[in-house]
């Protein structure tokens, strides 16, 4: 028994080991996660970040005039004198509408992938322009002289704007650089005309553009009515933001989106112009919807899901091979255990080295070929049966191709893992029920055989 519990320890000691080697491991799968970050980064300054259409919208500058009487200490009106106030009213479209196609432009850093994009399409709509008379003033008998009117486009990173032409009530604008706008000071405007010549009409605007991003794009339905239609070539799309779209499709070939947004189910237009008005910067809680470019099987969060169950493997295995020695009364070293579990860690670092350059699937493959071929082999001369070494390879063939199952199936992962654990403790349960433990630990210090004396009388001691 005092044999038995110095091994129990001594494998302990292994195990802690190994943990500790495992959780280095999982320091390197980290590493490169935070390098791929850091590679998106750089590739977010170098051509443009995620990109958010903030909207379209129209500025309409005019000034209000009025005569502000001055009075005597007796209250007596002397003089009457002009006063103006500057006024600036930023009209939202009634209708907004986004046609257009998503078109993926990969760009790496060294072996990291990062997903660019490039939109090509159109943002169409009216503007309803109210009277001049309709105009917010400060006195009702002022007297309100109309200034220029601006179309303004808003976007998250303009240096991703590589073409944008504007069109208003079918005239092509010039676009400036900046939006003039406290909130929303990226992107372009233009000069619209007098707001005298524009007053009370309904005012149809295009506007075609090219738009590189990365990762993701994003639209913020900020009008009475909003639309998008977006066709992609890349075939795993993320839907995310406040609005999912109502119709979407998607296969190998690419995804077909579409959103259709009232503005009875989103405070966006208010939100987007009172922060535009205020000056607050960025676009804060405005409602926006949006379509991710991501990657099913990314092999760095796989490699991290993967390394996690390292923990496991280095358990089940050592605890395995602990049985066998029991059971079949052999006496293997520590040095035996360090190499086994040496090998179940390689197979986190061989899946992660390979799977940057040959995908995630036959990294797998490969790297959990190699392991149990070795640790096969390996055990054939431990155990010292064919039979035995080929169970126990079968075995940890299975471990793996479990894991595998519970990779691939994020939703399913804690109930696949449940399942698994539960079989293999009820396997080792059911296969030991019949074993007199206190007779085999007794009698263990008398009837090991080292590794390597063949059928020689049984060793004396135990390592």
């Given amino acids: 028994m005092k044999g038995f519990a110095i091994k129990l320890m001594t494998v302990s000691l292994v195990g802690l080991l190994l943990l500790v080697a495992g959780a280095m491991v999982r320091g390197v799968v980290t590493d490169r996660l935070v390098f791929r970050e850091q590679a998106r980064q750089s590739v977010a300054e170098s051509l443009a970040g995620a990109q958010t259409l903030q909207g379209v919208s129209l500025v309409l500058d005019y000034s209000e005039h009025y005569e502000e009487p001055v009075r005597d200490a007796n209250d007596q009106v002397l003089r009457r004198e002009a006063r103006s106030i500057e006024h600036r009213r930023i009209l939202v479209p009634e209708t907004l509408a986004l046609n257009g196609q998503l078109i993926t432009e990969p760009r790496y850093r060294g072996l990291f992938r990062v997903n660019g994009y490039v939109l090509a399409g159109r943002l169409s709509g009216h503007f309803a322009v109210p009277e001049l008379e309709q105009l917010p003033r400060s006195r009702k008998d002022s007297r309100l002289q109309p200034g220029a009117a601006r179309l303004v486009f808003a976007v998250s990173d303009p240096r991703g704007l590589r073409r944008l032409e504007l069109k208003l009530d079918g005239r092509a604008l010039g ?120 990657d099913p099987v990314d092999v760095y969060v796989m490699a991290d899901r993967a390394s996690k169950y390292a923990v496991l493997f280095v358990v089940l295995t050592l605890g395995a091979c602990l049985l066998f020695e029991l059971l079949r009364r052999l006496q293997l070293h520590p040095l035996h255990y360090l190499l086994t579990g040496a090998a179940l860690l390689m197979f986190f670092v061989l899946l992660l080295a ?23 082999i390996y055990a054939a001369s431990l155990l010292r049966s064919r039979w035995l070494a080929a169970g126990f390879t079968a075995g940890l063939a299975l471990l793996y191709g479990a894991l595998y199952g519970i990779l691939l199936s994020e939703q399913n992962a804690l109930l696949m893992g449940s399942l698994l654990l539960f079989a293999l403790l009820a396997s080792v349960m059911l296969a030991t029920r019949k074993v007199d433990w206190h007779n085999l630990l007794s009698e263990r210090g008398n009837a090991t055989r080292p590794i390597g004396e063949g059928n020689q009388k049984p060793a004396d001691t135990v390592v």
């Fill in 175 to 294: 676009a400036e650089a900046g939006t003039g706008l406290g909130g929303f000071r990226n992107g372009a405007q233009a000069r619209a005309g007098e707001l005298g010549s524009l007053a009370g009409r309904r005012l149809p605007f295009d506007l075609a553009l090219e738009l590189a991003g990365t990762d993701s794009l994003s639209m913020v339905p900020m009008a009475r009515e909003n639309a998008a239609a977006l066709d992609s070539p890349w075939p795993h799309p993320s839907f995310g933001g406040r609005f999912l779209p109502v119709e979407r499709s998607s296969n190998e070939q690419g995804f077909n989106a579409a959103w259709r947004i009232s503005a009875l189910a989103t405070n966006a237009s208010n939100a987007w112009t009172e922060r535009a008005s205020s000056g607050g910067a960025g676009d804060g809680n405005v409602d926006a919807f949006s379509v991710s470019l991501v």
């Fill in 354 to 376: 390979l799977a940057e350059h040959i995908g995630f699937g036959p990294a797998y493959g490969v790297a959990a070929t190699a392991c149990v071929a070795l640790i096969g």
